[in-house]
């Protein structure tokens, strides 16, 4: 169970910064987008927390299916804060209303945020022990610690958001089926199904990234992500347009801006 302590604080960290990240390139984030996120990732966090403390008959299986979920809702909820501007009805370099914005960065995360903390309650009731509080702080911690060196020194130089994504759900799965078929899974298939996982995971981020942005940028020519933001170049009639977390830059010509 210590594991899945460390796997919870593991993809906190990092799902915390894909969506925050997406959520800013997508509203053109300020001081209170930051608030917003964070006051939402901590309400809804502490709800699940809440909620998952009063079931007092969740088994290892049950966090395992947890784990199963994490992995699948984080690249979900990643390809969502994409699509939500055409959603909307928002179109390229105009912001979004204020109530649908607040609503979509406090809604859209809730679901990873709230299954997340309702993770910690029962691993930490299934670590046992008089100290299984403090052990459980201190799994997580670790967890959060190695997450964020890995995606700051890294994920987030080398690889897009979804591979990060898909790799941090290959991981969950792994132990995930751990905790699902204990007496079957062993070592010796968790590594070559972790690497197998990682294999995938790598071409098919790659693929959905560009996908999911096209969906902003019907006519994107390129994207990149850095420590500092995401530089986007999108082409119409001969000009390049160049956006830094969804804002115009710079371009080409002059007429791009008249147009969108």
């Not at 170049?233 to 160049?242: L, N, P, S, Y």
Request: glycine share 10%; net charge positive.
């Amino acid at each position: 169970m210590a594991l899945a302590l460390l796997a919870v604080g593991f993809t906190a960290v990092i799902g915390q910064v894909l969506l925050m990240r997406e959520l800013v390139a997508t509203f053109y984030g300020n001081e209170l987008l930051f608030g917003l996120i964070l006051a939402g990732w901590l309400a809804w966090g502490a709800a699940g927390s809440a909620l998952a403390a009063r079931l007092r008959r969740i088994g290892p299986r049950a966090v395992g299916t947890g784990l199963v979920l994490v992995a699948l809702l984080l690249p979900a909820q990643l390809a969502l804060v994409r699509g939500v501007r055409t959603l909307l009805g928002v179109p390229p370099g105009a912001f979004v209303e204020f109530v649908p914005m607040v609503l979509a960065v406090v809604l859209i995360p809730a679901p990873l945020c709230g299954l997340l903390g309702g993770l910690f309650a029962p691993a930490a009731r299934l670590l046992g022990g008089v100290d299984a509080g403090p052990r459980a702080y201190l799994w997580e911690s670790a967890g959060s610690v190695a997450g964020g060196v890995l995606f700051s020194f890294l994920l987030i130089r080398w690889l897009d958001p979804f591979q990060t994504a898909l790799l941090v759900g290959a991981l969950d799965l792994t132990l995930a089926l751990h905790l699902l078929k204990p007496a079957t899974w062993n070592l010796k298939l968790a590594l070559p199904f972790l690497l197998l996982l990682n294999l995938a995971s790598l071409p098919l981020g790659h693929l959905l990234h560009p996908a999911t942005l096209r969906w902003r940028w019907s006519d994107l020519v390129f994207a990149t992500d850095s420590p500092y933001g995401r530089l986007t170049i999108v082409a119409r009639d001969g000009q390049r347009a160049f956006f830094e977390n969804g804002l115009l830059s710079f371009e080409t010509q002059s007429t791009f801006p008249e147009e969108v």
